[in-house]
Nanobody, 115 residues
């Protein structure tokens, strides 16, 4: 079975930085995307960033230039470096890995950005 465990969340002041990590246990196969989503109370979960097994990355517009996703395939770990954080970035951040035939989620890690 595959499990994803996020870490690195916390409380930070506006303008600060955090680095989230997501460790994947179990085997994943084929072309896949590892990514980050976030969710605040009363809102839909939204996609933030993704990194494919082939090395491509992409971001939602409102984090471009501030967030950076990377993955270490040897460790089955994906990271999200978050810089210049804003209060509106406050959310529970979820790690995800998906492909044709599977779609796995972590339990989330809280990121709170104070003003």
């Amino acid at each position: 079975q595959v499990q994803l465990v996020e870490s690195g969340g916390g409380l930070v002041q506006a303008g600060g930085s955090l680095r989230l990590s997501c460790a994947v246990s179990g085997s994943i196969f084929g072309v896949n995307v590892m990514g980050w989503y976030r969710q605040t109370p009363g809102k839909q979960r939204e996609w933030v960033a993704g990194a494919t097994s082939g090395g491509s990355t992409n971001y939602v517009d409102f984090v471009k230039g501030r967030f950076s996703i990377s993955r270490d395939n040897a460790k089955n770990t994906v990271y999200l470096q978050m810089n210049s954080l804003k209060p509106e970035d406050t959310a529970v951040y979820y790690c995800n890995v998906k492909s044709v035939g599977y779609d796995y989620w972590g339990q989330g890690t809280q990121v709170t950005v104070s003003s």
